[in-house]
């Protein structure tokens, strides 16, 4: 059965950093486009980021040029640094492959900009 465990997250102020990570318990998993999510609270979930084999990245406009969403295939990982970070980014972290697929949510990683 496919997880995915999410670690990285935290509180930080206004302007500040955090690197999320994803460990994937898949040795298939170099073959998947890659997504991170986020779910505010009062909110519908909504993807970030993603990541193809050939590492070619996409974002959605709200975080492009701050999150860099990255791979290690040879550790199963995918990363997400955040640049910048606003209030507005406030939300639960998830992982999963971009389509999501329900059955690999896994608990995710909670991020609370605030200062």
């Known amino acids: 059965q496919v997880q995915f465990v999410e670690s990285g997250g935290g509180l930080v102020q206004p302007g500040g950093s955090l690197r999320l990570s994803c460990a994937a318990s898949?040795?298939?998993?170099?073959?998947?486009?890659m997504g991170w999510y986020r779910q505010a609270p009062g909110k519908l979930r909504e993807w970030v980021a993603a990541i193809n084999n050939d590492g070619s990245t996409d974002y959605v406009d709200s975080v492009r040029g701050r999150f860099t969403i990255s791979r290690d295939n040879a550790k199963n990982t995918v990363n997400l640094q955040m640049n910048s970070l606003r209030p507005e980014d406030t939300a639960d972290y998830y992982c999963?492959?971009?389509?999501?697929?329900?059955?690999?949510w896994g608990q995710g990683t909670q991020v609370t900009v605030s200062s």
């Open positions: 898949e040795s298939t998993f170099s073959t998947w486009v």
């Open positions: 999963n492959t971009r389509p999501a697929r329900y059955s690999y």
